[in-house]
T-cell receptor
Framework: GQNIDQPTEMTATEGAIVQINCTYQTSGFNGLFWYQQHAGEAPTFLSYNVLDGLEEKGRFSSFLSRSKGYSYLLLKELQMKDSASYLCAVLDSNYQLIWGAGTKLIIKP | IAGITQAPTSQILAAGRRMTLRCTQDMRHNAMYWYRQDLGLGLRLIHYSNTAGTTGKGEVPDGYSVSRANTDDFPLTLASAVPSQTSVYFC??????????????FGPGTRLTVL
């Protein structure tokens, strides 16, 4: 079966750095997405990785290792508004998005 | 530019009633999707449409039907609602063209409660 694993919840301090991991086992791979979802709102697109390596976008970076079936989202200089759920999703061989259950990130002052 | 709109925002429905959730996009995206999101389970695909006139079943299609008469609209119908269909429903769309990353963009969601 297809599976996406990410921690259920993480806590970090304002101004710090946090890394949210995602491991996947899917039938084929056509890219990995990270989305941010604030409570009661829709998911919004953060990043897309299809090749190995690090993609940096402001305070957020996303890393991919296809051989290890592994990705992480790195958030720097954490702000209170970063409190949200972060969803990892993989595009499989049929171009269907397989979603993880999401990681709830709690930022403390 | 509105992106994707969904209606209603929320609804309380008696079991056994028929209900249609509406979804409209103005981005001329080829593909559209319906998901349900339940606590602890993540997003689950109900139905999808790769282009106007075609639809397909996702992971949890039972009890739901869709149609795609044109590019912009993708309504989801619950023929006879049951309490297990209580959820938040998200509509999404993507370009789905050769060379695109197929990033999906989401509507604001419909919170449905079936009693």
């Amino acid at each position: 079966g297809q599976n996406i694993d990410q921690p259920t919840e993480m806590t970090a301090t304002e101004g710090a750095i946090v890394q949210i991991n995602c491991t996947y086992q899917t039938s084929g791979f056509n890219g990995l997405f990270w989305y941010q979802q604030h409570a009661g709102e829709a998911p919004t697109f953060l990043s897309y990785n299809v090749l190995d390596g690090l993609e940096e976008k402001g305070r957020f970076s996303s890393f991919l290792s296809r051989s290890k079936g592994y990705s992480y989202l790195l958030l720097k200089e954490l702000q209170m508004k970063d409190s949200a759920s972060y969803l990892c999703a993989v595009l499989d061989s049929n171009y269907q998005l397989i979603w993880g259950a999401g990681t709830k990130l709690i930022i403390k002052p | 530019i509105a992106g994707i709109t969904q209606a209603p925002t929320s609804q309380i429905l008696a079991a056994g009633r028929r209900m249609t959730l509406r979804c409209t996009q103005d981005m001329r995206h080829n593909a559209m999707y319906w998901y349900r999101q339940d606590l602890g389970l993540g997003l689950r695909l109900i139905h999808y449409s790769n282009t106007a006139g075609t639809t397909g079943k996702g992971e949890v299609p039972d009890g739901y039907s869709v149609s795609r008469a044109n590019t912009d609209d993708f309504p989801l119908t619950l023929a006879s609602a049951v309490p297990s269909q209580t959820s938040v429903y998200f509509c999404a769309s993507s370009e789905a063209t050769s060379g695109s990353t197929d990033t999906q963009y989401f509507g604001p969601g419909t919170r449905l409660t079936v009693l």
